[in-house]
Nanobody, 127 residues
Framework: QVRIAELGGGSVQPGGSLRLSCGAS????????MAWFRQAPGKEREPVVA????????YKDEALKDRFTISGPNGEYEVYLQMSSLIPEDTAVYYC????????????????????WGQGTRVTVSP
């Protein structure tokens, strides 16, 4: 199984920006979908956005598209999440995840099938 490591996170004021980074290592060959999930205090973990290694992005909630951007080098097992215009409701632990045997961009939106997870990184948005 692959190993997932996240960097970034921290505290920011409303309206601010943060960038999260994530890398996968180990037997990554079939883990072509990488995604960000988040878990707000007292809530269940929810998907945010995913990216296929060859290009292609899937948002769980299209409303986040204006503020959250996922990116990464094609063919590499790295993804970044650029978050801007942050609001207190974005406060959460953000998790990077990867999905084994993902061979098409469409498979990246099968949110229940992500099977490798990072430890999570906390993002706090407060005045």
């Amino acid at each position: 199984q692959v190993r997932i490591a996240e960097l970034g996170g921290g505290s920011v004021q409303p309206g601010g920006s943060l960038r999260l980074s994530c890398g996968a290592s180990g037997p990554t060959y079939s883990y072509n979908c990488m995604a960000w999930f988040r878990q707000a205090p007292g809530k269940e973990r929810e998907p945010v956005v995913a990216r296929f290694s060859g290009g292609g992005v899937s948002y769980k909630d299209e409303a986040l598209k204006d503020r959250f951007t996922i990116s990464g080098p094609n063919g590499e097992y790295e993804v970044y999440l650029q978050m801007s215009s942050l609001i207190p409701e974005d406060t959460a632990v953000y998790y990077c995840a990867a999905r084994r045997n993902s061979w098409s961009p469409l498979s990246c939106s099968l949110w229940d099938e992500y099977d490798s997870w990072g430890q999570g990184t906390r993002v706090t948005v407060s005045p």
